[in-house]
């Protein structure tokens, strides 16, 4: 997984940095290196433990209208 994609995960959560460091229980910095050289397996491990427990949940965007012509 690319830092790319960890953050495209981070964000699909609508979650900051900080936010998600204390749900995985990790430093920011953690974070941050993460999304910039992609996550260390263990970060990759406790992601799937906050999923399976459903620490993490994605939030449902609200969709705009689309204005009829």
């Known amino acids: 997984m ?3 994609e960890f953050k495209a995960i981070r964000t699909s959560f609508g979650l ?3 936010q998600l460091a204390e749900i995985l229980d990790v430093t920011r910095l953690t ?4 999304e910039r050289r992609g996550p260390s ?3 990759l491990s406790y992601l799937q ?3 399976a427990k459903g620490r993490l949940q ?3 965007k609200k969709e705009k209208p689309e204005s009829e012509s």
């Not at 974070?31 to 993460?34: F, H, R």
């Open 2 to 4: 690319t830092g790319k």
């Open 16 to 18: 900051t940095q900080e």
């Open 31 to 34: 974070i941050i290196n993460s």
């Open 41 to 43: 397996k263990a970060v």
């Open 49 to 51: 433990v906050a999923l």
């Open 58 to 60: 994605i939030s449902e």
